[in-house]
């Protein structure tokens, strides 16, 4: 790819000291490039440099700050063709998809360039001014996941550079490469030491979020991996944003319209392969349109072109890893035991490759895994009800919340019953949709904090108070 694939460290490009670390092609099972996992004491270097260079750019201006982002912003552009391939080849993406990816990576990071930070005026009279100012926090932990490598990558560097930071980033091993490549085209941009990425597993990321040095950490990941960090974090009261697993539970109320609305039920359930975070998981429908639903998702489903992202005409690619591609054959086979129908899909394919059709469940009922766990995959369960108090019901009887959804023609009922619903997120006639201005994140076991928008910028700060007598 024309790429070295190295760490950077206070501005460098170093090789890691720790183990080897195979870089697989989902599509194909090949190795992509060989990369080195960073050893604790280049950990420890990242955020001596992280800190040695936050003693200036937390005095930089905003302005200044605004027009880095702005350039690397221009950089990605510059190299997205470059980027999206990578995208297709670690995490298995359509290409069509991998595009949308970086686009929207452009499109943040830009965001985040032009937002300002208020002072918040608290009181302003004869003799006194009370003022809150939003100070950087210091050193900020990303720990990004495999399923939007890039995109995440964005979401928790841009605002944490912009509020006036510094950043140590460890991606996914299983997708590191296109966060290396973005690390290569920002570091012209900015001052050494401002931006770190190290390579490494659970030994590298328990150090990173006991690291008495950093001084927040950003995950999005599972939520027994968050618990873990959270457990970490103590050590130095580090403030988190933890955006954590979800189960998001979608209901279709009786009056909704099937055919207007199959498509984006589909789509927003099998967005990236259904692996994301705030997809459509759990699909609660009126009995009187039970078949009806189940049959229109079953026809999209049956119309995807499953294969290589390369290819030309792909629409659906590759579970990412073949950990993941085992649990959602696991969930289905229960499924079946159990008694559940499955309409599309079901199996995997025999050649190489993690493939797995998009696959819709009907009979399915709580109780079943494929209900009551989080798949993270192409499959979908659909559950009838009768009674629309038990659909909110079963909706809200998870420990996560992340999203929930609502698809109506009547909005005015379909907001009553999304107050209803026990998630961060409650989209009516839609679902997954994450926008640069719009606060996002979880509730219960999905997590704290927020990411996006005003608040999520000042989750990267620190209030304080000026109390002047005039």
Same mark, same amino acid.
């Given at each position: 790819?024309?790429?070295?694939?190295?760490?950077?460290?206070?501005?460098?490009?170093?090789?890691?000291?720790?183990?080897?670390?195979?870089?697989?092609?989902?599509?194909?099972?090949?190795?992509?490039?060989?990369?080195?996992?960073?050893?604790?004491?280049? /950990? #420890?270097?990242?955020?001596?440099?992280?800190?040695?260079?936050?003693?200036?750019?937390?005095?930089?201006?905003? #302005?200044?700050?605004?027009?880095?982002?702005?350039?690397?912003?221009?950089?990605?552009?510059?190299?997205?063709?470059?980027?999206?391939?990578?995208?297709?080849?670690?995490?298995?993406?359509?290409?069509?998809?991998a595009?949308?990816?970086v686009?929207? =990576?452009?499109?943040?990071?830009?965001?985040?360039?032009?937002?300002?930070?208020?002072?918040?005026?608290?009181?302003?009279?004869?003799n006194?001014?009370?003022?809150?100012?939003?100070?950087?926090?210091?050193?900020?932990?990303?720990?990004t996941?495999?399923n939007?490598?890039?995109?995440?990558?964005?979401?928790?560097?841009?605002?944490?550079?912009?509020?006036?930071?510094?950043?140590?980033?460890?991606?996914?091993?299983?997708?590191?490469?296109?966060?290396?490549?973005?690390?290569?085209?920002?570091?012209?941009? @900015?001052?050494?030491?401002?931006?770190?990425?190290?390579?490494?597993?659970?030994?590298?990321?328990?150090?990173?979020?006991?690291?008495?040095?950093?001084?927040?950490?950003?995950?999005?990941?599972?939520?027994?991996?968050?618990?873990?960090?959270?457990?970490?974090?103590?050590?130095?009261?580090?403030?988190?944003?933890?955006?954590?697993?979800?189960?998001?539970?979608?209901?279709?109320?009786?009056?909704?319209?099937?055919?207007?609305?199959?498509?984006?039920?589909?789509q927003?359930?099998?967005?990236?392969?259904?692996?994301?975070?705030?997809?459509?998981?759990?699909?609660?429908?009126?009995?009187?349109?039970?078949?009806?639903?189940?049959?229109?998702?079953?026809?999209?489903?049956?119309?995807?072109?499953?294969?290589?992202?390369?290819?030309?005409?792909?629409?659906f690619?590759?579970?990412?890893?073949?950990?993941q591609?085992?649990?959602? =054959? =696991? /969930?289905?086979?229960?499924?079946?035991?159990?008694?559940?129908?499955?309409?599309?899909?079901?199996?995997?394919?025999?050649?190489?490759?993690?493939f797995?059709?998009?696959?819709?469940?009907?009979?399915?009922?709580?109780?079943?895994r494929?209900v009551?766990?989080?798949?993270?995959?192409?499959?979908?369960?659909?559950?009838s009800?009768?009674? /629309?108090?038990?659909?909110?019901?079963?909706?809200?009887?998870?420990?996560?919340?992340?999203?929930?959804?609502?698809?109506?023609?009547? @909005?005015?009922? =379909?907001?009553?019953?999304?107050?209803k619903?026990?998630?961060g997120?409650?989209?009516?006639?839609?679902?997954?949709?994450?926008?640069?201005?719009?606060?996002?994140?979880?509730?219960?076991?999905?997590?704290?904090?927020?990411?996006?928008?005003?608040?999520?910028? @000042?989750?990267?700060?620190?209030?304080?108070?000026?109390?002047?007598?005039?």
């Amino acid at each position: 790819m024309g790429t070295a694939f190295n760490m950077w460290i206070n501005g460098q490009s170093v090789q890691g000291e720790a183990e080897p670390l195979d870089v697989l092609n989902p599509a194909t099972e090949e190795v992509i490039v060989t990369v080195n996992n960073a050893s604790v004491a280049q /950990l #420890d270097a990242a955020v001596d440099a992280a800190k040695q260079a936050f003693s200036s750019w937390q005095y930089s201006s905003h #302005d200044d700050r605004k027009q880095a982002l702005n350039r690397i912003a221009d950089n990605i552009e510059n190299n997205a063709a470059e980027l999206a391939e990578i995208v297709v080849k670690e995490q298995g993406k359509p290409m069509f998809l991998a595009q949308a990816e970086v686009s929207g =990576a452009v499109a943040w990071t830009r965001y985040a360039a032009g937002m300002d930070i208020p002072t918040d005026i608290i009181e302003d009279s004869e003799n006194k001014r009370i003022e809150v100012q939003h100070k950087p926090l210091g050193v900020v932990g990303s720990i990004t996941p495999w399923n939007w490598p890039l995109m995440i990558a964005i979401w928790h560097i841009m605002p944490a550079l912009r509020a006036g930071n510094t950043v140590v980033c460890k991606p996914s091993g299983l997708t590191p490469l296109n966060t290396l490549k973005l690390f290569e085209l920002i570091q012209q941009e @900015l001052p050494a030491g401002v931006l770190n990425v190290v390579l490494g597993d659970a030994e590298i990321g328990n150090a990173m979020s006991e690291h008495p040095g950093i001084d927040k950490i950003i995950f999005t990941g599972s939520t027994p991996t968050g618990q873990q960090i959270m457990r970490n974090a103590s050590s130095n009261l580090k403030r988190l944003t933890l955006e954590l697993g979800g189960n998001d539970a979608g209901i279709i109320l009786p009056d909704a319209d099937i055919d207007a609305i199959a498509e984006g039920i589909f789509q927003t359930a099998f967005l990236n392969m259904g692996q994301t975070c705030a997809a459509l998981k759990r699909l609660y429908v009126h009995e009187s349109q039970y078949d009806q639903v189940c049959s229109k998702l079953a026809d999209i489903a049956q119309q995807q072109v499953v294969g290589d992202g390369l290819a030309d005409g792909t629409t659906f690619g590759p579970v990412q890893n073949k950990k993941q591609l085992d649990l959602v =054959a =696991a /969930l289905v086979d229960d499924a079946r035991e159990q008694g559940a129908n499955v309409l599309s899909g079901g199996s995997r394919s025999d050649s190489a490759g993690y493939f797995y059709p998009p696959t819709i469940i009907a009979g399915a009922k709580a109780g079943m895994r494929v209900v009551d766990e989080e798949q993270f995959g192409p499959v979908l369960p659909v559950i009838s009800y009768s009674d /629309l108090d038990d659909a909110i019901a079963q909706a809200n009887a998870s420990n996560v919340g992340l999203g929930g959804s609502v698809w109506s023609s009547d @909005l005015e009922k =379909a907001q009553q019953i999304a107050s209803k619903l026990e998630c961060g997120t409650a989209w009516i006639n839609g679902h997954a949709e994450v926008l640069p201005h719009a606060p996002f994140g979880g509730c219960k076991m999905s997590g704290f904090g927020v990411e996006f928008g005003l608040q999520g910028l @000042l989750e990267y700060t620190q209030p304080q108070t000026i109390n002047i007598n005039k």
